[in-house]
């Protein structure tokens, strides 16, 4: 072999060596990088596995006064039914007996809990709320656009119209409480006390009016039902203190003191109605419902509020009458029952009280006015409820915003308007449960899952026991409606 040839084959065999290790070299990084990807993945897997068991912890640990949780989301809801409402209830126990008024109240918070919902099957399980039901079926959370969803732009216009018709009347109520307290306290006249609605609204109202969600207003709902709860023990120490009213007896505490006619029973009834009138605010606390909006959650908070309302109503309800007396002897409200005693202490604290827990309720009635407004301006702009993200931008805030915030300090002030020309509370309460809240709570849901319903035609029947449930309570508010509204007028006619 010449030396050229062998020194051409050590190479090739140093190359084929060379080639060789780089390979080696190459397959262990490759295998190494497959096992730290293995690795990763591992502790990846792990980690996930360790989160996904942290996270319920992470839940339970999360405060369950949350915004969106089942506990605040009731205790909103009941506070925008408990209002001024609870003054008067007593009022009407009076005129008709404990009887009567404990079963309007029962049959009322059950309408409240099973004709706002709809059944499914034949199993009481199944029961759901039918405004929610709608919300979450159609994506929607407000009465307008649900309204839309199902029915025609001209329906969504009334029904918002209505709504707004009652939530601008019971926070005209609201203010109208404040004027009676101040009246009380400080024995003022009748311009002192409009000056002082006026400054209530302007300083108070407004602000609070602002509020971009509902659930924001939780904390100050719970200490609100604390603060009628105090009214209830103030009016209980009353009768401790003074015993029960002498014109009390057995059978006119159960039945009545007699006279009754079929116009008071009708205006106890709308009296009933408006005391448990908080669905207009269904919509939107479904949509702030977390995790997620759900019928089970919406169920839990019916059943609590419904539940704390009763409590509330029944409470005043019994003792208002025994404390104070029957028929005549009733005032406008216990405000004004509790006149004669109004320098002790506690009493004075009671008044203020029940002043900050109707100014809290004030968020709760012009919220779904701003949703109705809002709405109107959108279809002038030809823009949907989702837009706001592209709309324009003026000193930091979208200009569907600022006519947010601008359609709430209208109606405000035309609230504050309100209460300075109407000063009588009963009046004004029985005139909204007839009128307005009837159709809100007994007309517009039936309507809803009919219309629901109606879209899966294959299935569809007038005759299944949902829709037949629909229909009569459809019915019932309708009478409540017509006949309501006739007898709430008369009073203020004079007739």
């Keep these: 072999m010449s030396c050229s040839a062998y020194v051409i084959s050590i190479s090739s065999q140093e190359s084929g060596c060379v080639a060789q290790r ?18 990763t993945a591992v502790s990846e897997v792990s980690t996930t596995d360790s ?26 809801l009941s506070k925008a039914a408990i209002g001024a409402g609870v003054l008067s209830v007593s009022v009407h126990a009076a005129e008709v007996g404990a009887l009567y008024q404990l079963a309007c109240l029962m049959c009322r918070g059950q ?48 029904t918002g119209f209505m709504n707004a018709c009652v939530c ?28 002082f609605v006026v400054l209530v609204g302007i300083f108070v109202c407004c602000p609070m009016a602002l509020a971009r969600h509902v659930g924001f207003m939780r904390h100050l709902a719970a200490l609100s039902v604390g603060a009628l709860i105090l009214l209830v023990i103030v009016v209980a120490w009353y009768m401790g203190d003074r ?7 057995t059978e006119n505490f159960l039945l009545g003191p007699g006279g009754a006619t079929f116009i008071t029973y009708m205006n106890s009834i709308n009296n009933m109605i408006f005391a448990y009138n908080n669905q207009f605010n269904v919509p939107q606390l479904t949509g702030e419902l977390t995790p997620e909006p759900s019928r089970n959650g919406m169920t839990k908070v019916a059943l609590l509020s419904t539940s704390i309302s009763f409590l509330l109503y029944a409470s005043v309800s019994i003792l208002g009458v025994l404390a104070f007396g029957v028929a005549e002897n009733q005032k406008d409200s216990l405000i004004l029952d509790l006149m004669p005693v109004r320098k002790e202490i506690h009493v004075l604290i009671s008044l203020i009280a029940v002043m900050f827990s109707v100014l809290t309720c004030f968020q709760f009635h012009i919220y779904p006015v701003r949703q109705f407004l809002a709405y109107l301006v959108r279809k002038a702009r030809g823009r949907s409820s989702d837009d706001e993200k592209t709309d324009v931008v003026y000193f930091g805030r979208s200009l569907t915003r600022w006519y947010d915030i601008f359609c709430a300090l209208g109606s405000v002030c035309l609230v504050v308007l309100i209460a300075v020309v109407i000063t009588s509370l009963r009046a004004m309460l029985d005139f909204i ?52 509204t006739y007898s709430a007028i008369l009073p203020i006619l004079g007739l």
Excluded at 22 to 39: F, G, H, P, S, W
Excluded at 60 to 73: A, D, K, L, M
Excluded at 139 to 158: G, N, Y
Excluded at 449 to 474: G, M, P, Q, T, Y
Aim: proline fraction near 4%.
């Design 22 to 39: 780089t390979y080696n070299r190459k397959m262990a990084v490759e295998a190494k990088a497959e096992a730290v990807d293995l690795e």
């Design 51 to 76: 989160l996904a068991k942290m996270q319920p912890t992470k839940l339970q640990r999360q405060s369950s006064f949350r915004r969106g949780g089942v506990i605040p989301t009731a205790i909103c």
């Design 111 to 158: 309408w409240s809990t099973v004709f706002l919902v709809h059944i499914d099957n034949p199993y009481p399980k199944a029961l759901k709320w039918m405004i929610s039901v709608a919300s979450i079926e159609t994506k929607k959370w407000s009465f307008e656009d649900v309204c839309e969803e199902l029915f025609h732009p001209v329906m969504s216009i009334f």
């Design 168 to 195: 601008l009347g019971s926070a005209a109520g609201y203010l109208i409480v404040c004027g009676q307290v101040f009246v009380v306290i400080f024995q003022a006249d009748n311009a002192t006390r409009n000056l």
């Design 243 to 249: 015993g029960i009213d002498e014109s009390v007896t």
């Design 433 to 484: 449960g007839a009128f307005g809240a009837a159709y809100i709570s007994f007309m517009v849901p039936p309507m809803w899952i009919i219309a629901l319903r109606r879209k899966d035609e294959k299935n569809f029947s007038w005759f299944s026991r949902e829709i037949l449930f629909s229909v009569s309570f459809l019915a019932l508010g309708l009478f409540l409606f017509v006949f309501g």
